[in-house]
C-alpha cells in the first residue's frame, strides 16, 4: 500500500519568516494530494490540494508543488504569522481508478510553530 | 448542516469491554472513514466505506468492526478493548472519497485501562 513519509516533524520559524513542509510518497499510482491543518484540540480541516496534473498551486500565503518523477511534495507558506501555528499533514490518494480508490494515507505531521 | 457528528467526545473502557463510536453526518456525502490519531503517526485509517452497504480495511482494522446501513451512519465497534486503542479517533466524509475534501468530526478520545 502507499507509505507517506513527512518532514520535518516539528518547525519553529519567526513571524514572517516562510515555512516549507516536505513529503513523499510511494505508490506512483497516487494522483491526489491534499494538505490539512489541525489546530490545537481541533479537528484537521483542508487547506490546500494539488492533482497530479498539476505542478504547483498557489492559495494567498500558501503553495503546494509537486514533481511526480520524484514524488515528492511540498507546502510553502510565506509570511508566517502566530495563528500559521498548528499541526499540517499531508496525504496521498488514488482519487480515481485502481483498487486502492478512497484510501486517503496521511504523513506523520509537522508540528509548526510561528514565534511572534 | 451540522456537519460530521462523533459521539461520545470522551470515553474511558477496562481491558475487554466492548463498545460503539458514533458518527453520523447530514450532507449526503458518500464516502464516510475512521481514522485513529496517535502521536507521532499521523491519522492512520482502520475502515472506510465509498457507500451505504459497502465496507472495506484501511491500514489498521485489527480489533474494529464497521457497517454501513445507511448514508448517513458510520459507527465504529470495539470488539475486546485493548490498552493499544487507546487514541483519539476521528470520523470522516467526503462527497464521494475522490477529489473532494474530507469533512472531519470533533473526535473521539479513548482511554484503555
Known amino acids: 500500500g502507499e507509505n507517506v513519509e513527512q518532514h520535518p516533524s516539528t518547525l519553529s520559524v519567526q513571524e514572517g519568516d516562510s515555512a516549507v513542509i516536505k513529503c513523499t510518497y510511494s505508490d506512483s499510482a497516487s494522483n491526489y494530494f491534499p494538505w490539512y491543518k489541525q489546530e490545537l484540540g481541533k479537528r484537521p480541516q483542508l487547506i490546500i490540494d494539488?492533482?497530479?496534473?498539476?505542478g504547483e498551486k498557489k492559495d494567498q500565503r500558501i503553495a503546494v508543488t509537486l514533481n511526480k518523477t520524484a514524488k515528492h511534495f511540498s507546502l510553502h507558506i510565506t509570511e508566517t504569522q502566530p495563528e500559521d501555528s498548528a499541526v499540517y499533514f499531508c496525504a496521498a490518494s488514488i482519487a480515481a481508478g485502481g483498487t486502492s480508490y478512497g484510501k486517503l494515507t496521511f504523513g506523520q505531521g509537522t508540528i509548526l510553530t510561528v514565534h511572534p | 448542516n451540522a456537519g460530521v457528528t462523533q459521539t461520545p467526545k470522551f470515553q474511558v473502557l477496562k481491558t475487554g469491554q466492548s463498545m460503539t463510536l458514533q458518527c453520523a453526518q447530514d450532507?449526503?456525502?458518500?464516502?464516510m472513514s475512521w481514522y485513529r490519531q496517535d502521536p507521532g503517526m499521523g491519522l492512520r485509517l482502520i475502515h472506510y466505506s465509498v457507500g451505504a452497504g459497502i465496507t472495506d480495511q484501511g491500514e489498521v482494522p485489527n480489533g474494529y468492526n464497521v457497517s454501513r446501513s445507511t448514508t448517513e451512519d458510520f459507527p465504529l465497534r470495539l470488539l475486546s478493548a485493548a490498552p493499544s486503542q487507546t487514541s483519539v479517533y476521528f470520523c470522516?466524509?467526503?462527497?464521494?472519497?475522490?477529489?473532494?475534501?474530507?469533512?472531519f468530526g470533533n473526535g473521539t478520545r479513548l482511554t484503555v485501562t
Open positions: 450532507m449526503n456525502h458518500e464516502y
Open positions: 494539488i492533482r497530479s496534473n498539476v
Open positions: 470522516a466524509s467526503s462527497y464521494d472519497g475522490s477529489w473532494s475534501p474530507l469533512h
